[in-house]
């Protein structure tokens, strides 16, 4: 039985093993570092693993996002693309049972790579970057390639984080914004270019065993403004109890954890409205959201059920850092979502 009071946001500076021999959550690898120091061993725990790399590249053109999971009972890759001037929106998802061709690996930077007759994609390491290189044969009827390097600046810091529902439910995650990125799209005739200076990458990866029911928020944005480097990451309900949050500010590299919940308020009968967003004991986050496109995916696949309201949108208000610096936030694009699974 895990004592949580006594891991509360603990900082870890060393590598580590996530589990134990049995597949069992490790009291010395709950709490948060600056790097990605986990080495998720997961074992045990039969179709219950779930596994991800997501990225998600904008610039001041388009949105595109590469994800290849393993869910266990099921492989789930897919692709997604929209044009931020006339919100073109195309997407595209393969499922193969029971995880085929979806081998994950423990460690944040290692390569991942998946194959079919319909699509390629690959996140290859190199030093100090990750390769994104995707093909789609039949994207909404268009050939889509991208080839997209995602760099790693000296010293930039990343948010990696423990949650500890119990010894046998737990995730790691690793958060990564405000990552330069350089590289071509193409989707038909239309071709997209990605400059350091304009185009940010984010990283969910994701390694546990989760609860069959969960629900959360999870918002994130990346931006240079006035010559400062800034981002967040924000999320809600699926910590609850924890006494850990994926919650941070990132500024010029730096990470700032921010130990307190996020307060999201929203109308999920209409949820185009704005969203606000703040820190539920300080001020260091008063933040609204205003989407300009939503994008829902949902699976039911039996034992399987998933619905996600991805808004796509501008944030506005305030951020605080711990100094007391009062950094204004103007249309800033990124994203805030809706979740909820059952897997």
Not at 19 to 46: M, Q, T, Y
Not at 71 to 94: A, P, Q, R
Not at 138 to 159: C, I, Q, R, S, W
Not at 209 to 230: D, E, F
Request: proline share 3%; hydrophobic share 40%.
């Amino acid at each position: 039985m895990l004592n949580k009071s006594l891991y509360k946001e603990r900082e870890i500076f060393q590598a580590l093993d996530l589990c134990d021999s049995a597949g069992k959550l490790r009291d010395e690898s709950i709490g948060w570092s600056r790097n990605p120091v986990f080495n998720c061993n997961l074992s045990g725990h039969f179709l219950r693993k779930k596994k991800w790399n997501y990225w998600c590249i904008t610039n001041e053109d388009c949105l595109f996002s590469v994800t290849i999971s393993n869910l266990d009972y099921v492989g789930m890759t897919f692709v997604y693309f929209l044009d931020l001037k006339t919100h073109k929106f195309i997407e595209k998802t393969f499922m193969t049972p029971l995880g085929n061709h979806c081998s994950m690996p423990n460690n944040v930077h290692e390569s991942v790579s998946f194959k079919n007759s319909g699509m390629e994609l690959g996140f290859v390491e190199e030093d100090n970057a990750t390769h994104i290189v995707a093909k789609c044969s039949n994207f909404m009827g268009n050939l889509m390639k991208a080839d997209l390097k995602v760099n790693y600046p000296k010293g930039h810091e990343t948010l990696n984080v423990v949650i500890p529902w119990s010894t046998d439910s737990f995730q790691f995650t690793s958060k990564q914004q405000c990552l330069p990125t350089r590289g071509i799209l193409t989707i038909g005739e239309s071709l997209y270019i990605f400059e350091p200076d304009t185009a940010f990458a984010t990283l969910d990866f994701g390694r546990g065993i989760w609860p069959y029911k969960v629900m959360w928020n999870w918002a994130t944005a990346s931006v240079i403004q006035k010559g400062k480097s800034i981002g967040f990451n924000l999320g809600a309900k699926w910590t609850d109890g924890t006494g850990l949050t994926e919650n941070c500010i990132i500024i010029d590299g730096k990470i700032l954890k921010l130990s307190e919940d996020i307060i999201y308020e929203y109308d999920p009968k209409d949820i185009m409205k704005p969203w606000i967003l703040k820190t539920a004991l300080t001020t260091k986050i008063d933040l609204i959201f205003t989407p300009f496109y939503e994008r829902i995916a949902k699976s039911n696949l039996l034992i399987i059920k998933s619905e996600v309201h991805q808004m796509i949108g501008y944030f506005s208000g305030v951020i605080k850092t711990d100094a007391g610096e009062v950094i204004p936030i103007k249309s800033m694009l990124g994203t805030a979502e809706d979740h909820f699974a059952k897997w």
